[in-house]
């Protein structure tokens, strides 16, 4: 959460410092790095035992004149164990990565605000590593699937090429969370149900997108 405020701040700060120039974007090929807070979400076991750390992206994206934009990317989420979760204290986390191609829509409504939404879809692969794991002699475990995410970038600009974006994603990994992914041999008190449920995620968080093609600020007109 800390991390979170204080890129809220960094943005902040950029908004003002350029605050006396009109910008005017108009979006083409751009490169944008993401990095937000996820919060596991549907499966219950998943959300209680898993607490997610970090997750970021990093993308281009190639905008068309009707707004239509087409985009590829890589993804990344950490999820510690909460070792205060299971029968006995747990210690490792799961690495996701995933590679995917993005379809959606950004539009610029005034030189300061535009919005950027899609869906980006995918292939992941997980890695769980745990201590658990390793006194069993086993390294890690590996899951892999499909990766879908419906996205939402609230845009606003800080200079001809610059932008800055609160974000809002909802990442569904094509697994099902199980405690046997860390090491664990019982379902724990929880519904076996609840572990073929979707293992998905809110996430909530700031990216910085550089367009290669922004246009000129009214003051170098």
């Known amino acids: 959460?800390?991390?979170?405020k204080i890129l809220f701040v960094i943005m902040l700060a950029n908004l003002i410092c350029y605050s006396?120039?009109?910008q005017s974007?108009?979006?083409?090929?751009?490169f944008t790095f993401e990095i937000s807070l996820p919060n596991a979400f549907y499966n219950k076991p998943y959300k209680t035992?898993?607490?997610?750390l970090v997750q970021s992206s990093a993308q281009y994206q190639y905008t068309l004149k009707n707004g239509l934009s087409f985009g590829a990317g890589l993804h990344y989420t950490y999820f510690a164990i909460n070792e205060f979760r299971v029968p006995s204290k747990v210690y490792g986390g799961i690495h996701t990565t995933a590679a995917y191609v993005k379809i959606g829509h950004e539009k610029f409504?005034?030189?300061?605000?535009?919005?950027?939404?899609?869906?980006?879809?995918?292939?992941l692969q997980s890695y769980t590593v745990s201590d658990l794991l390793k006194s069993k002699g086993i390294p890690f475990n590996f899951v892999e699937g499909t990766y879908i995410e419906p996205c939402l970038g609230l845009v606003l600009t800080a200079d001809v090429n610059c932008s800055y974006r609160l974000t809002i994603g909802y990442p569904i990994?094509?697994?099902s969370f199980t405690p046997w992914m860390?090491?664990?041999d019982s379902?724990?008190?929880?519904?076996?149900?609840?572990?073929?449920?979707?293992s998905s995620l809110l996430s909530v968080g700031f990216a910085y997108t550089y367009y290669f093609n922004g246009k000129k600020t009214t003051a170098e007109d």
């Not at 959460?1 to 979170?4: D, F, G, L, N």
């Not at 974007?25 to 751009?30: E, G």
């Not at 409504?109 to 292939?123: A, H, I, L, N, Q």
């Open 49 to 52: 035992i898993m607490q997610g």
């Open 187 to 198: 379902n724990i008190g929880y519904d076996p149900a609840e572990y073929k449920k979707p």
């Open 1 to 4: 959460m800390r991390s979170t």
């Open 20 to 22: 006396g120039y009109a």
């Open 173 to 175: 990994y094509g697994y």
């Open 182 to 184: 860390i090491g664990i």
């Open 109 to 123: 409504w005034s030189e300061r605000f535009g919005t950027d939404f899609g869906v980006k879809m995918g292939y």
């Open 25 to 30: 974007i108009d979006p083409d090929d751009s």
